[in-house]
């Protein structure tokens, strides 16, 4: 609605906004926002477009005319912008023929569902197969798909195959059964039609079968699988007893080795006891073999009365613990002098 009020004051024009807050525009060009009014000028006489824009309303626009040497005066009445609705998908309309060609065989459509039952979200393929009376696939038949509720099914057309079926999927809703209509047309034959209603259901996990299978022996060989049995205990223990006989043999070696070791050991301690046993004359000090009475080098016979000290070559006494000349200390079958061993010979 536009109200045009000419005045004889300065050219200019004065655009009122309702509601307020609306945008104006002069001849495509911005001049500011009515709050709820808004004067523009400067505005040159003749004829000029206003227009008014607010966000959630229609745009109002028109044509004003400004005379020379006077104002104008604008009012915008702005409407609600309509709704956008969302276009709710329709059921494709099937048509049959409206008469039937005499003497034309029908067209017989079965459809199934894989699975047969639907739950909510979940998808299913439909099949529809076409045939003629006496049960044989029509191949290249058009084939067009409906659903309650609408646009859940998809193809809605196609054409039968060599085995004359056309396959579509199904979208479950969120709640309640589907029906899915189909017809079918090819020229020779009368339309034909089916349904299939599927109802919600909930899916279960496919049965396992369990097959249980027994070996029978051939006939005349019924005690075979006992003497197979018996040889495979008798291999089992055999290869026991054989672990075993090598596990001993094997503990036995190792005791062998230990003895060997100790048996080398005491014969090296033995050894060097026996080389630690020294026989010296007691007169020139010369090494004697242990179990002779002369010395090989002076020929002198050994006192075993007498002891001398193997340092200095005192005569010492037979039972001293002490050295005449230097201190000696006796320990079992030696005499400590100094920093010497002597031998009680």
């Given at each position: 609605m536009f109200r045009e009020i000419?005045?004889?004051?300065?050219?200019?024009?004065?655009?009122?906004?309702?509601?307020?807050g609306a945008e104006v525009l002069?001849?495509?060009?911005?001049?500011?926002?009515?709050?709820?009014?808004?004067?523009?000028?400067?505005v040159s006489p003749g004829s000029?477009?206003?227009?008014?824009?607010?966000?959630g309303y229609s745009d109002n626009e028109t044509a004003a005319t400004v005379p020379a040497g006077r104002?104008?005066?604008?009012?915008?009445?702005?409407?609600?912008?309509?709704?956008?609705?969302?276009?709710?998908?329709?059921?494709?309309?099937?048509?049959?023929?409206?008469?039937?060609?005499?003497?034309?065989?029908?067209?017989?459509?079965?459809?199934?569902?894989e699975p047969a039952f639907i739950t909510p979200g979940s998808t299913s393929v439909v099949t529809v197969t076409v045939t003629d009376k006496d049960g044989k696939e029509v191949q290249g038949a058009g084939v067009m798909l409906s659903s309650?509720?609408?646009g859940k099914i998809n193809p809605t057309r196609g054409t039968t195959d060599a085995f004359g079926q056309v396959t579509a999927t199904l979208t479950a809703p969120a709640e309640g059964k589907v029906t899915v209509r189909a017809i079918a047309r090819k020229e020779g034959f009368i339309d034909g039609s089916g349904e299939i209603v599927?109802?919600?259901?909930?899916?279960?996990?496919?049965?396992?079968?369990?097959?249980?299978?027994?070996?029978?022996?051939?006939?005349?060989?019924?005690?075979?699988?006992?003497?197979?049995?018996a040889l495979v205990f008798a291999v089992l223990i055999a290869a026991a007893v054989l672990i075993y006989f090598m596990w001993?043999?094997?503990?036995?070696?190792?005791?062998?080795?230990?003895?060997?070791?100790?048996?080398?050991?005491?014969?090296?301690?033995?050894?060097?006891?026996?080389?630690?046993?020294?026989?010296?004359?007691?007169?020139?000090?010369?090494?004697?073999?242990?179990?002779?009475d002369f010395c090989n080098k002076c020929g002198k016979k050994q006192d075993e009365t007498k002891r001398?000290?193997?340092?200095?070559?005192?005569?010492?006494?037979?039972?001293?613990?002490?050295?005449?000349?230097?201190?000696?200390?006796?320990?079992?079958?030696?005499?400590?002098?100094?920093?010497?061993?002597?031998?009680?010979?």
């Open positions: 000419c005045g004889s004051m300065s050219q200019d024009i004065t655009i009122s906004s309702s509601p307020s002069v001849d495509s060009v911005s001049k500011g926002t009515a709050n709820p009014t808004l004067t523009v000028s400067g000029h477009t206003v227009k008014c824009r607010l966000p104002s104008a005066t604008i009012t915008c009445i702005l409407a609600p912008a309509p709704t956008p609705t969302t276009p709710v998908p329709t059921t494709p309309k099937i048509e049959f023929q409206e008469t039937p060609t005499p003497g034309l065989p029908p067209l017989a459509l079965t459809l199934t569902s309650i509720p609408a599927l109802e919600p259901g909930r899916q279960t996990p496919t049965p396992t079968a369990i097959i249980t299978v027994t070996l029978m022996p051939p006939p005349g060989q019924e005690g075979t699988e006992l003497w197979l049995i001993k043999r094997r503990q036995k070696a190792k005791e062998k080795k230990k003895e060997k070791v100790e048996v080398k050991k005491e014969e090296r301690k033995a050894g060097e006891a026996v080389a630690e046993k020294k026989k010296f004359c007691m007169f020139c000090h010369a090494p004697i073999p242990l179990d002779s001398f000290c193997m340092n200095c070559g005192a005569l010492m006494p037979s039972v001293p613990e002490l050295c005449n000349n230097v201190l000696a200390v006796r320990h079992r079958n030696k005499s400590i002098c100094g920093y010497h061993e002597i031998e009680n010979v």
